[in-house]
Protein backbone atom coordinates (compact mmCIF):
# COMPACT_ATOMS: atom_id res chain seq x y z
CA UNK A 1 0.00 0.00 0.00
CA UNK A 2 1.46 3.54 -0.95
CA UNK A 3 1.27 6.59 1.03
CA UNK A 4 2.08 9.66 0.87
CA UNK A 5 2.36 11.75 3.71
CA UNK A 6 3.02 16.03 3.44
CA UNK A 7 4.24 18.82 5.83
CA UNK A 8 5.18 22.03 5.82
CA UNK A 9 2.12 23.97 5.52
CA UNK A 10 0.79 26.91 7.53
CA UNK A 11 -0.06 30.54 7.77
CA UNK A 12 2.59 33.37 6.25
CA UNK A 13 2.49 36.63 5.39
CA UNK A 14 2.33 37.84 1.36
CA UNK A 15 6.25 37.99 0.43
CA UNK A 16 7.49 35.04 2.17
CA UNK A 17 8.67 32.07 1.72
CA UNK A 18 7.37 28.33 2.77
CA UNK A 19 8.77 24.72 1.92
CA UNK A 20 5.79 21.37 1.14
CA UNK A 21 7.26 18.10 0.94
CA UNK A 22 5.93 14.61 0.59
CA UNK A 23 7.38 11.62 1.18
CA UNK A 24 6.01 8.68 -0.11
CA UNK A 25 6.52 5.18 1.43
CA UNK A 26 5.16 1.58 0.53
CA UNK A 27 5.75 -0.49 -2.57
CA UNK A 28 6.77 1.26 -5.57
CA UNK A 29 8.58 -0.31 -8.33
CA UNK A 30 8.66 2.62 -10.81
CA UNK A 31 7.81 6.50 -10.27
CA UNK A 32 6.87 7.99 -13.61
CA UNK A 33 5.82 11.64 -12.30
CA UNK A 34 5.53 13.40 -8.55
CA UNK A 35 4.54 16.97 -7.99
CA UNK A 36 1.65 18.91 -6.47
CA UNK A 37 -1.76 20.50 -6.91
CA UNK A 38 -3.53 22.87 -5.03
CA UNK A 39 -7.03 23.21 -4.64
CA UNK A 40 -8.23 26.91 -3.17
CA UNK A 41 -11.95 27.20 -1.94
CA UNK A 42 -14.66 27.39 -4.71
CA UNK A 43 -12.03 26.19 -7.41
CA UNK A 44 -11.27 22.95 -9.00
CA UNK A 45 -8.00 21.42 -8.00
CA UNK A 46 -5.16 22.24 -10.33
CA UNK A 47 -1.47 21.78 -11.06
CA UNK A 48 1.16 23.58 -9.46
CA UNK A 49 3.87 21.89 -10.99
CA UNK A 50 5.07 18.57 -11.65
CA UNK A 51 8.19 16.36 -12.85
CA UNK A 52 7.87 13.60 -14.69
CA UNK A 53 11.63 11.11 -14.59
CA UNK A 54 12.26 11.82 -18.23
CA UNK A 55 13.64 14.99 -16.43
CA UNK A 56 10.65 17.75 -17.60
CA UNK A 57 9.05 20.21 -15.29
CA UNK A 58 5.82 21.94 -15.99
CA UNK A 59 4.44 24.57 -13.49
CA UNK A 60 1.60 26.78 -13.78
CA UNK A 61 2.31 29.76 -15.19
CA UNK A 62 0.98 31.67 -11.66
CA UNK A 63 3.73 30.39 -10.40
CA UNK A 64 6.30 30.09 -12.71
CA UNK A 65 9.76 32.02 -11.25
CA UNK A 66 7.82 31.99 -7.81
CA UNK A 67 8.06 28.07 -6.95
CA UNK A 68 10.48 25.17 -7.44
CA UNK A 69 10.08 21.50 -7.48
CA UNK A 70 12.58 19.60 -5.86
CA UNK A 71 12.51 15.28 -6.62
CA UNK A 72 14.32 12.49 -5.52
CA UNK A 73 12.81 9.49 -7.23
CA UNK A 74 15.27 7.42 -5.35
CA UNK A 75 14.30 8.63 -1.89
CA UNK A 76 10.31 9.05 -3.10
CA UNK A 77 10.33 12.40 -2.04
CA UNK A 78 9.31 15.77 -3.54
CA UNK A 79 9.50 19.17 -2.38
CA UNK A 80 8.26 22.95 -3.28
CA UNK A 81 10.02 25.92 -2.63
CA UNK A 82 7.74 28.59 -2.51
CA UNK A 83 8.88 32.02 -2.54
CA UNK A 84 7.11 35.40 -3.09
CA UNK A 85 3.62 33.94 -1.34
CA UNK A 86 0.65 35.76 -2.27
CA UNK A 87 -2.76 35.64 -0.71
CA UNK A 88 -3.88 34.08 -4.11
CA UNK A 89 -1.94 31.23 -3.20
CA UNK A 90 -3.90 30.36 -0.55
CA UNK A 91 -5.27 26.41 -0.98
CA UNK A 92 -4.85 23.31 0.44
CA UNK A 93 -1.97 22.00 -1.35
CA UNK A 94 -1.70 17.98 -2.35
CA UNK A 95 0.90 16.29 -3.11
CA UNK A 96 1.01 13.57 -5.93
CA UNK A 97 3.15 10.61 -7.37
CA UNK A 98 2.51 8.41 -10.30
CA UNK A 99 3.71 5.29 -10.12
CA UNK A 100 3.34 1.82 -11.20
CA UNK A 101 0.60 3.30 -13.81
CA UNK A 102 -1.70 4.71 -11.04
CA UNK A 103 -2.04 7.77 -9.39
CA UNK A 104 -1.42 8.45 -5.83
CA UNK A 105 -2.57 11.75 -3.16
CA UNK A 106 -2.03 12.56 -0.02
CA UNK A 107 -3.70 14.12 2.30
CA UNK A 108 -3.70 17.35 1.79
CA UNK A 109 -1.75 20.32 4.04
CA UNK A 110 -2.78 23.88 4.27
CA UNK A 111 -1.09 26.76 3.60
CA UNK A 112 -2.53 30.09 4.05
CA UNK A 113 -1.56 33.10 3.07
CA UNK A 114 -2.52 36.79 4.65
CA UNK A 115 -2.42 40.48 2.80
Known amino acids: QVRLVESGGGLVQAGESLTLSCAASGSIFAINAMGWYRQAPGKQRELVAR???????NYANSVKGRFTIARNNAKKTVDLQMYSLKPEDTAVYYC?????????WGQGTQVTVSS
Open 51 to 57: GRSGGST
Open 96 to 104: YVQADLRDY
